[in-house]
């Protein structure tokens, strides 16, 4: 299952059932799980760990140095999880030690064609990102973002948990959990109420989150007092204590709506 074309440091570790296809290189300090399947023209260098069961497709590259002007060539970090599916021509770049050191991605990930992943980024389990989509360095993605094709986030911008970036977005703040935001400059424009859905949350706690949206961005409140108010009428609800925490969260401000949203 190891192609005899296939170019691998002998420091690197693969382990059982991994595939590797012709004209890839894996080179030195690089673990690989279990059953991980790495297509031809790959590029794996290291310190890099990737757990079980991820697929590389071809011209992917991970875990390369940042380009960034401040790496110095210090000795940095790649974390990957397992389960990951990480299409043709992906960019995932190392840490540098002007960040975390590291950049983690989680696991059940989809990151379609032409993704990047920048520097000291952290990314959480089942994030989706479209064709092209780009997260520049030290940015978090929580759990359940989606990313539409050509979405753009500069560095140290948060994105929340169950966010939806629509396609084409320039995401210039952060970006409150469960919100969907669209445009250039991208705008709030509701609560994701479709990823909701597919994930099985009851009607009731959908409005309950749409209400929330409505209390930060349409109640004239300051965003303090909206989160205030928030944990005070929904203080046994996890879900909107995510959204009030993300909102307390952010170092950049919170992105705004257009009028009309939701």
């Not at 110095?72 to 790649?78: I, Y």
């Not at 299409?87 to 960040?99: I, Y």
């Not at 949350?201 to 007092?225: H, M």
């Not at 996890?238 to 170092?251: K, L, N, Q, T």
Request: proline fraction near 5%; charge should be negative.
């Amino acid at each position: 299952m190891i192609d005899a074309r296939a170019i691998i440091d002998p420091s690197a570790q693969l382990g059982d059932g991994v595939e590797v296809g012709p004209w890839t290189l894996i080179g030195p300090d690089v673990v690989i799980g279990d059953g991980c399947v790495i297509g031809p023209h790959a590029v794996i260098k290291g310190p890099t760990r990737m757990g079980a069961g991820n697929r590389i497709f071809q011209f992917a590259t991970i875990g390369e140095d940042t380009p960034a002007l401040a790496y110095r060539g210090e000795p940095t970090r790649l974390e990957i999880g397992d389960g990951n599916v990480f299409r043709e021509g992906v960019t995932v770049h190392r840490g540098m030690e002007q960040g975390q050191g590291a950049t983690i991605v989680g696991s059940h990930g989809l990151f379609m064609a032409y993704v990047h992943i920048g520097h000291d980024c952290t990314v959480g389990d089942h994030v989706i990102m479209a064709n092209n989509a780009s997260v520049s360095g030290h940015c978090t993605v929580g759990d359940h973002a989606n990313f539409g094709g050509y979405a753009g986030v500069p560095q140290f911008r948060a994105i929340g948990a169950h966010a939806h970036i629509a396609g084409m977005s320039l995401v210039l703040k952060d970006v409150p959990a469960y919100v969907t935001v669209a445009g250039n400059p991208a705008a709030a424009v509701g609560m994701n109420v479709e990823g909701m859905r597919r994930r099985g949350y009851a009607p009731e706690l959908i409005g309950i989150l749409r209400g929330a949206f409505k209390t930060l961005y349409r109640s004239g409140l300051t965003a303090e007092e909206a989160c205030q108010q928030l944990r005070r009428e929904h203080a046994d609800c996890p879900e909107v204590e995510r959204f009030v925490a993300s909102v307390e969260a952010s170092e950049v401000g919170v992105i705004r709506p257009r009028r009309g949203s939701d």
